[in-house]
């Protein structure tokens, strides 16, 4: 399987996490920051993708999450080998999904997402992240208008099947990204965890690692059953794990999220969690903040990111 998933970490120590009944194993991220990435939406704003990796390379941050329009901003050649030669290895590649399509736009939303593959095997990405749409008219601007969230669920599921037939032959794994319910209806109807390993469930009952989960704690940390479903998807469905905070109050669902440490998350638990089940993989920092971390110096937030990383992570 391609990428760094589950590469030996730190140290491992032993933590108590609140809300746990025994103690876990984690690594102890407080004296480097070796398992941190940056998904490049943090600092979108600040440069382009390879303005992006030199300051990673600078600030010694070793992993990076690019989003698809940052690397055909600057072409796929030259991001392949931005990030080949400044030594960094990928945490995932954002992103494929935006399924869900009329009749008239179907073939178009696949062969964008076979496209998505290819990137992301070519950049050797561990996983390729999906968005996976909401409603045709939102998800493929131009398909007819419908209101039909079930039928865009089950179109979602049927085109994850598709798809997969050419990422199993990149050898590229799926990573579906529940996010947020109230994204349902344009980015994604897939909103929960257990819907999410409900379709996982479905294609891939081997648990092969071909198909899992993005476990972004922006959109799942609210969820009764977090925990429980963090342990549902164990080693071979948690292929990648986004962190972030979630501010009080968040002025704008999309574009206000928070630092590590300024919100009500807490990530250390969640973290104890997938760490619990084998997860050994980097923690990617994926923050849109249009006013607050995108009007800041791109120094300044990689090093925000560093010290969170170390005390809050």
């Not at 990076?64 to 030669?85: E, F, M, N, T």
């Not at 980015?187 to 690692?209: E, F, Q, W, Y």
């Not at 807490?266 to 050994?280: H, L, N, S, T, Y």
């Amino acid at each position: 399987m391609a990428g760094t998933r589950f590469a030996p970490g730190p140290a491992f120590g032993r933590s108590r996490v609140p809300g746990m009944t025994a103690e876990v194993e984690m690594r102890d991220f407080s004296n480097d920051h070796r398992w941190l990435s940056i998904n490049t939406a943090t600092v979108r704003k600040q440069g382009n993708l390879v303005e992006i990796v030199d300051a990673l390379a600078r600030h010694g941050i070793r992993g990076i999450s690019p989003w698809r329009d940052q690397v055909a901003d600057v072409g796929l050649d030259r991001a392949v080998k931005a990030v080949r030669d400044a030594g960094l290895e990928l945490s995932g590649y954002c992103r494929g999904g935006m399924f869900t399509a009329d009749a008239a736009h179907l073939e178009e939303a696949r062969d964008d997402n076979r496209r998505a593959v290819d990137e992301a095997a070519a950049l050797g990405a561990p996983c390729l992240v999906l968005v996976v749409g909401g409603l045709p008219q939102y998800s493929r601007p131009g398909s007819t208008p419908s209101k039909d969230l079930a039928a865009a669920q089950t179109m979602v599921e049927e085109e994850i099947g598709v798809l997969l037939d050419h990422a199993r032959k990149a050898k590229m794994p799926l990573a579906i990204e529940p996010l947020h319910p109230g994204y349902a209806a344009d980015r994604a109807c897939v909103n929960t965890m257990r819907h999410a390993l409900d379709i996982c469930d479905r294609l891939d009952p081997a648990k092969s690692g071909d198909v899992g989960l993005a476990v972004d704690l922006y959109h799942v940390w609210w969820d009764y059953e977090l925990f429980d479903q963090i342990r549902r998807a164990g080693r071979s469905r948690i292929l990648a794990f986004h962190v972030c905070d979630w501010l009080v109050p968040t002025n704008h669902l999309l574009l206000d999220r928070g630092m590590m440490g300024d919100g009500v998350i807490d990530i250390r638990k969640c973290r104890a969690a997938v760490e619990a089940e084998g997860f050994a993989g980097y923690s990617e920092v994926e923050i849109f903040s249009q006013d607050n971390w995108w009007q800041r110096p791109m120094d300044e937030v990689l090093s925000t990111c560093i010290a969170r990383h170390k005390t809050v992570v």
